[in-house]
């Protein structure tokens, strides 16, 4: 009996020391989720604390958004209110005349532009003894017999019908059907 009580009590002991084995693995494992956890929100905090501060003392910037806006707004109340109308005129009819100018300028620079003379140079190139005005002038003349009709057109040109025919035999007919009903 005493055997079996050491046996018993060995097992008891091997048990208990296992468990507080697995107890300590535990323990640790959740320690180490524990500081992956604590380091990973250190990391947001950090960050979202830079991009507050980034947008709260962004003052130079919102300071130029916001004159940029009361600008705007002083703009328009002085044009409705009538200050300074004749010079604001003066400034758009001078902003219309250079806009005209431009188009000129465009236009004129686009009539001796780069395109006209490469087209006219490759005009050139594809069909140098031809004065082509056009791309779809033909470099060469088309002989008569160069395109021949389909040998099906010119063994059945007897038995084939006109369209003409076809389609007052087709009229001939819905005729005839519809005066049956």
Same mark, same amino acid.
Request: net charge negative; glycine share 4%.
């Given at each position: ?9 060995? *097992? ?28 990973? +929100? ?15 003392? #962004? ?15 002083? *703009? ?5 209110? *009538? ?29 001796? +532009? ?13 069909? !140098? ?9 033909? !470099?060469?003349?088309?002989?008569? #017999?160069?395109?021949?009709? !389909? ?26 059907? +519809?005066?049956?009903?």
């Amino acid at each position: 009996m005493k055997k079996l009580n050491y046996i018993m009590l060995f *097992g008891i002991v091997f048990t208990a020391a296992n468990l507080s084995l697995l107890q300590n693995w535990k323990i640790n494992y959740l320690n180490n989720q524990l500081q992956l956890s604590e380091m990973r +929100s250190d990391v947001n905090n950090d960050f979202t604390n830079e991009l507050l501060w980034l947008r709260v003392n #962004d003052t130079h910037e919102a300071t130029q958004e916001q004159l940029i806006a009361q600008g705007r707004v002083e *703009g328009v109340v002085s044009y409705l209110v *009538g200050d300074d109308k004749e010079i604001l005129d003066n400034l758009w009819h001078e902003g219309y005349m250079r806009g005209l100018a431009q188009f000129s300028y465009e236009y004129d620079t686009l009539s001796d +532009s780069n395109y006209e003379k490469g087209y006219h140079a490759a005009m050139q190139d594809a069909f !140098p003894h031809v004065e082509a005005e056009f791309v779809n002038d033909s !470099p060469r003349d088309v002989k008569e #017999d160069a395109i021949k009709a !389909p040998e099906f057109d010119t063994t059945n040109e007897d038995s084939l019908k006109d369209n003409k025919e076809v389609i007052n035999a087709l009229n001939v007919k819905i005729e005839e059907l +519809s005066s049956d009903q």
